[in-house]
């Protein structure tokens, strides 16, 4: 039974991730790019890691792809200037991915893997958590790692506002002080007139 | 639940490190563009208390913590003794060029704080996820750094291509690190090394060390993983450049040392063949490129290549004695490097690059002294004695003839130093015996005129004693 759920959600997992590359349109590759991820958390699910599959739907499903949707739609990308040099470089591309392939396979092929050569690992209770553990080791063993983590993602902001954050006198923006401090005189201006005569 | 609290003592100069770039990020805010010195100023301050911390407790042994994923021992020390000074000079000489190319903003300097915090935390690596770790942190500084001069269409076609290899090359790494780790079951350096005898499928033991060499040799730069380093060097702004020429180089060659020697030494049989093909390669085809350029960064990048060919003959001997002999090119190549670029910066001004080789010609009449000085580093850099360059030169090709079957790499590497001899000697002549084109006085702070200077007369002070640097190298890497 196991086995025919880890083959089914395998692969999807490759038929979608092929089809995030292939499809035409950005939106589908970005929805494909999802049936990905959610086909890659049954598989941690299978192998008990419930907590990474929990974390994978919620930060890249929930999170991550929402965002890309939204890059995606208010970029207006021009397709058929990307794929202008698409035949040109496919011959040798695919001459360098088959060989590569080919020496892969020879060299490590399914003989080097298998149940013979690795363990699995036991089976746990039913009352194991998988999340409880992570929270065991994360902040102790694993301190100096994390600590490091939190300071590429600092890094990754500044980066980020230092490559964007430019003063553009010409862009028209609200300012909000302006905005709040706004006398009923600035919005509407009353007139007196005498009322006209019908013609 | 308890656990026992990790030492927190060995790493006092990171978390300095990183307590200092936070403040700096948070006063930088509250500073206008007239009073972004005191940015420079406090970055400057930061690694300088670094580096009196780490002299204050320079390591004699070997110290884990944090359940084994850092270490400090002395080679450590010494290499980040290396990187903060590399640091410190690159930011001194990079403030005149920012300033004169609008580009003098805080975010330079911090962006370049934690780069220095993630060469710190590569370099006393014990554990495949500090190194990945540590090398994304510099990485990611390193190309937010190339990118920041926006509106220049190269730099942002070399932060590009900086960026989209090296997210490749960390792919490659993660990979190899996967199937070790799968092969063996740890992720901790020392304890793989001793597991390595014992695994029995030593075609996956070689084929992820593959993968780990060719992240290592991108990050270096080596032939053939050496694309990137010409573009790269070529379109960031000059002073980006500097930074990422001189201090990542110690960083890198930390890399190497953890990864090969730490993790892997009973494998030394196997990544020997590997390296002798990528040190032959990056030899033969950096200084042959390397003749063909007419901008003196692309010039110093191929140059840049052909040194990583060098700085791996040391290390690919297996010996201590040839660890040291690379260290102590690591060390030489980084101060001449650093030299070489802060002549480049000395002659630039606002709108003028300074990066051709022409605009070297006739340097002597304009400047006689700083003529010299970049005769020094080229001297230093073609390996001619009695400069430091010649002596690093030298102690890596001792280590190679004294291990046995390899005299054969010792001619080669000479060979091609020979070749590299040309184009270096081409810059001195243009500098001697061409007519100046531009007969304008050189303009540059005090600062930077007397570092600049004894940059240049440590190469040659340093070449005139080298067993000084050469025992130091020796006595770090011995200790462990």
């Known amino acids: ?199 | 639940m308890n656990f026992p609290l990790p030492n927190f003592l060995p790493a006092l100069p990171e978390i300095f490190l990183l307590t200092m770039a936070c403040v700096v990020l948070l006063v930088d805010l509250f500073l206008t563009d007239r009073s972004r010195g005191a940015t420079y100023i406090l970055a400057m301050a930061s690694l300088l208390g670094v580096c009196v911390l780490i002299a204050l407790s320079f390591s004699h042994s070997r110290i884990l913590t944090f359940s084994d994923t850092f270490v400090r021992d002395p080679m450590a020390d010494a290499l980040k003794m290396g990187i903060m000074i590399a640091a410190m000079v690159s930011f001194l000489y990079a403030k005149d060029y920012l300033r004169e190319h609008g580009m003098f903003k805080g975010e330079f300097y911090i962006l370049g704080l934690f780069g220095v915090l993630g060469m710190m935390i590569l370099v006393s690596a014990h554990n495949f996820l500090t190194v990945y770790l540590g090398l994304e942190l510099l990485s990611l500084c390193m190309y937010a750094m190339v990118a920041m001069q926006r509106d220049s269409a190269i730099a942002s076609e070399a932060a590009m291509k900086y960026f989209v290899l090296g997210a490749i090359a960390s792919g490659m790494l993660l990979y190899g690190m996967s199937i070790l780790y799968g092969v063996t079951g740890t992720l901790d350096l020392g304890l793989i090394n001793e597991r390595l005898p014992n695994v029995q499928d030593k075609i996956l033991l070689s084929f992820g060390m593959v993968f780990l060499i060719v992240g290592i040799a991108f990050k270096l730069g080596a032939v053939p993983f050496h694309m990137w380093v010409p573009d790269v060097y070529e379109g960031a702004p000059t002073a980006v450049t500097l930074y990422l020429a001189a201090a990542p180089k110690l960083a890198a060659f930390a890399m190497l040392m953890r990864l090969l020697v730490d993790g892997m030494a009973s494998l030394h049989g196997q990544w020997q063949d590997i390296l002798i093909l990528l040190a032959v390669a990056s030899m033969a085809i950096g200084n042959i490129i390397a003749i063909a350029q007419a901008n003196l960064k692309r010039l110093l990048a191929y140059s840049a290549i052909s040194h990583v060919g060098y700085l791996l003959l040391g290390v690919l001997t297996g010996t201590t004695e040839g660890y040291a002999a690379s260290m102590f090119y690591a060390l030489t190549y980084v101060l001449m490097t650093l030299g070489a670029f802060g002549m480049i910066m000395l002659m630039s001004r606002q709108g003028f690059e300074a990066d051709r080789l022409e605009d070297f010609k006739g340097l002597n009449e304009r400047s006689p002294w700083f003529a010299f000085i970049m005769m020094i580093l080229m001297f230093s850099m073609a390996g001619v004695p009695p400069f430091l360059g010649f002596w690093a030169k030298l102690s890596v090709l001792q280590a190679l003839v004294q291990s046995t079957g390899l005299l054969w790499l010792a001619i080669t590497a000479v060979v091609f130093s020979i070749i590299g001899a040309f184009y270096y000697l081409r810059v001195i002549k243009m500098m001697y015996f061409d007519k100046a084109e531009d007969s304008s006085a050189l303009i540059a702070s005090n600062d930077m005129r007397v570092v600049l200077s004894a940059n240049g007369l440590l190469v040659l002070g340093l070449g005139l004693y080298p067993g000084l640097l050469l025992a130091f190298c020796l006595a770090t890497i011995v200790s462990p």
Request: glycine share 4%; aromatic share 10%; hydrophobic share 60%.
């Open chain 1, 1 to 199: 039974m196991e086995q025919i759920l880890f083959y089914i959600f395998a692969t999807m997992v490759v038929l979608s991730a092929t089809m995030v590359i292939t499809v035409r349109n950005p939106v589908r590759a970005v929805l494909f790019l999802v049936v990905t991820f959610f086909c890659s958390s049954a598989i941690w699910l299978l192998l008990e890691a419930e907590f990474l599959a929990i974390v994978l739907v919620l930060v890249y499903v929930g999170a991550v792809m929402v965002l890309f949707l939204f890059v995606v739609m208010m970029l207006d990308i021009n397709l058929a200037r990307l794929r202008e040099g698409f035949t040109r470089y496919l011959p040798i591309g695919a001459v360098v991915v088959i060989m590569l392939a080919i020496m892969l396979g020879m060299l490590v092929g399914p003989e080097h893997f298998g149940l013979d050569k690795f363990e699995a690992p036991a089976r746990q209770a039913a009352s194991y958590s998988n999340t409880r553990e992570l929270g065991m080791v994360l902040y102790t063993v694993y301190l100096y790692p994390f600590e490091i983590a939190a300071v590429i993602l600092l890094v990754a902001i500044v980066a980020a506002i230092a490559l964007t954050l430019r003063r553009r006198p010409q862009t028209k923006y609200q300012d909000p002080d302006i905005q709040v401090a706004v006398q009923r005189n600035d919005r509407l201006r009353m007139v007196k007139m005498d009322a006209e005569k019908r013609k």
